[in-house]
């Protein structure tokens, strides 16, 4: 099987991944629900998780990353926290639907307003559109850092200085770039940061959450167990308690640590080079069959490893489909919850194939998935 489908999940993890989850799975008790050795031993994982995505993101410290299932949950208790009732609100049509989705719950709900600045049939993102769709009364805009479609990365940071000269707060959505480009969210102005461990941090399912500025309090989204203050009528209002109810996946976040681990000790522009120059090797061969069209901006321009493309005529399903039943290719195809990005790109009837790579994979992968094409369009062009 050669796996490219890692915008998804990330299939190949470092060998570390799994031996702190197991360890984890012999020796963790509750995190925060004890005083003996086996709740010390999970805690004490639980704040490394911390203290790694706080260093890899630019974090106030460890006390601002609250932990969550993934990048969905993040996002749906920042809009839900952060998005008052008549409000209105800024994203882009690059953005995933765990955007898109809890925004047009709080317009349809409680008359929230929301304006979506438009991506080109390219790709990319025109930030003077961007900036006039900003009002007196805009408190927020929450923005994907690359597209999960095209891999097109967004000059986020000058997205974000534009939203705090008109007083709105800025939530990244960073699920695609955490851990595959570099994020300081003190440097670059960020005031919320959401991330997920599943993909280039290299971390199990399960596990996510959001990095908060110092100066940003979020309300609790979920309540319920907290581990202290048990006699209390609400949930903890301290970080980052107040985001975290119940007993979290303490042998998951061992494994998301470990990942993070193997970042710092690779180096993350390493690790983002190896992906990008993947990316770029694979997008330069296929462009030249005949029938294949890549969608999104310039190869040579930085990307989070994706090359998104179709073939003829032919629906992305049926390549996706004689990609991995014919040469054990494993792709992705369809709208990969992105509607209003497929829209831009013309690709809303048929969706589109999606390839995306692996600091793990090689050069050998490449040139597979390369000749597959080449002999998929053969026999359709």
């Not at 970042?263 to 190896?274: D, H, K, S």
């Not at 995306?356 to 090689?362: K, L």
């Amino acid at each position: 099987m050669i796996y490219f489908d890692n915008a998804a999940t990330t299939l190949m993890k470092p060998p570390s991944v799994a031996e702190a989850v197991a360890r984890g799975i012999g020796s963790f008790g509750g995190p925060a629900r004890g005083v003996h050795e086996a709740s010390i031993a999970s805690s004490l994982a639980v704040y490394e998780a911390r203290a790694a995505i706080a260093r890899l993101l630019g974090a106030q410290g460890a006390g601002r990353v609250a932990f969550g299932y993934n990048a969905t949950d993040a996002l749906n208790a920042a809009i839900e926290g952060l998005l008052a009732p008549g409000a209105h609100a800024i994203t882009t049509a690059a953005s995933h639907n765990s955007v898109l989705r809890p925004l047009y719950r709080k317009v349809d709900r409680e008359g929230a307003e929301l304006s979506i600045a438009p991506i080109a049939p390219d790709g990319s993102l025109d930030l003077e559109a961007y900036e006039r769709l900003f009002r007196p009364e805009t408190s927020l805009v929450v923005a994907t850092h690359a597209s999960n479609v095209t891999g097109g990365v967004y000059d986020v940071r000058r997205m974000a200085r534009i939203a705090r000269d008109h007083g709105a707060l800025f939530v990244l959505d960073a699920a695609q770039t955490a851990g595959a480009f570099p994020i300081d969210m003190r440097e670059d102005g960020f005031d919320a940061v959401v991330f997920t461990g599943h993909k280039s941090l290299f971390g199990p399912q399960g596990t996510g959450g959001v990095v908060l500025s110092s100066a940003l309090e979020v309300p609790p989204y979920r309540v319920g167990g907290s581990g202290t203050h048990s006699y209390d009528r609400c949930h903890p209002s301290f970080m980052p308690e107040r985001l975290e109810a119940g007993t979290l996946n303490a042998h998951g976040l061992a494994g998301l640590a470990a990942g993070v681990a193997y970042i710092e000790q690779t180096g993350l522009f390493a690790i983002g080079a190896r992906v990008q120059s993947l990316a770029r090797r694979f997008g330069e061969a296929v462009s030249q069959i005949e029938g294949v069209r890549i969608y999104g901006g310039p190869l040579d321009a930085p990307r989070c490893g994706i090359v998104a493309l179709n073939v003829g005529r032919a629906d992305s399903a049926f390549v996706a489909d004689r990609l991995n039943a014919d040469f054990g290719i494993c792709t992705r195809a369809g709208a990969h919850c992105a509607p209003l990005m497929h829209e831009a790109l013309g690709t809303s009837e048929r969706g589109a194939v999606r390839f995306s790579f692996s600091h793990f994979n090689t050069e050998e992968e490449i040139d597979k998935g390369v000749e597959a094409l080449e002999e998929i369009a053969c026999g359709l062009v």
